[in-house]
């Protein structure tokens, strides 16, 4: 990062906001540079004196809040949460609101699909080649032994396997997505019920011998019961655009100099 001396001067209406001050504020704002993380943290600040001196302006004081998880919040974010309450409202999602959104987005409402797995790891890590390539050859094995003796498999998984699973014959009940790592989902998922894996499955435990059980597919989630989460869903987008048409117009009103401020789908208030 550059010496903060020379960095471009961050003023609102004639005011500076320290470079120190934005300095601090960018290891709050995780970027892939520094510079981008030194706007991120100048847009923040702005966007912070604004609300400031609004509050200011209309006389705003309220006594300390709290956040969701109940910590004590600063004067100045107690204010500019009064603030927002106080000049920001939105409509709350109705009925039919929330019906029209879900007939357009039913594919977002369906419970995931499931498959019973079972499975038999011979553990190795991946760096460690000779280690890989006799857990290798020692999943063949067993998957050649199922292939002819297919009730074999909780003999073989307690015998075998390095996963406490084993204790269950190998059973790791169902399995959902994303709920396992890739190639060890990507192989169940593309199994039928009751098939086995022809081939061993590699991930970074070892290497796997699958076999797929019962299959539920994906159902989708009726109205009623994701109502709720709809509504949330949708108060939470009106109050993010509100707030951002708020800024928008304090920003009309103020003199911003060496900075931008993000645009009304960016992350303005935090």
């Not at 000049?87 to 109705?94: F, G, L, S, W, Y």
């Not at 539920?216 to 109502?227: C, D, K, S, T, Y």
């Not at 509504?231 to 117009?249: M, N």
Request: proline letters at 6%; charged letters at 25%; glycine letters at 8%.
């Amino acid at each position: 990062m550059a010496e903060l001396a020379d960095r471009v001067r961050v003023v609102v209406d004639g005011r500076e906001i320290p470079p120190q001050d934005i300095a601090a504020e960018a290891q709050n704002h995780p970027a892939g540079d520094a510079e981008a993380a030194w706007q991120a943290a100048a847009q923040a600040l702005v966007v912070r004196r604004l609300l400031i001196d609004e509050a200011d302006r209309l006389g705003i004081a309220t006594a300390p809040l709290t956040d969701a998880e109940g910590r004590l919040l600063t004067d100045e974010d107690s204010r500019i949460e009064a603030l927002l309450a106080a000049e920001v409202r939105t409509p709350e999602a109705d009925e039919a609101t929330a019906r029209r959104f879900y007939d357009l987005h039913r594919d977002r409402f369906a419970s995931p699909p499931l498959v019973e797995a079972e499975h038999i790891l011979f553990a190795a890590a991946p760096d460690d080649s000779l280690a890989y390539g006799l857990a290798t050859g020692d999943a063949r094995t067993a998957i050649r032994r199922l292939q002819q003796d297919p009730a074999a498999f909780a003999e073989l998984a307690g015998r075998h396997s390095a996963c406490p699973s084993k204790e269950q014959g190998g059973n790791l009940g169902q399995i959902g997505p994303g709920q396992t790592v890739t190639e060890f989902e990507a192989a169940l998922f593309a199994l039928g019920e009751g098939e086995l894996c022809g081939e061993p499955v590699k991930t970074r435990y070892g290497v796997h011998v699958i076999r797929a059980g019962r299959r539920q597919e994906a159902r989708e989630l009726p109205f009623e019961l994701v109502r709720d989460r709809i509504g949330q869903y949708l108060e939470e987008a009106s109050w993010r655009r509100a707030v951002s048409q708020y800024l928008s117009v304090l920003a009309s009103r103020a003199q911003i100099v060496g900075a931008e401020l993000p645009s009304a789908d960016g992350p303005l208030v935090q």
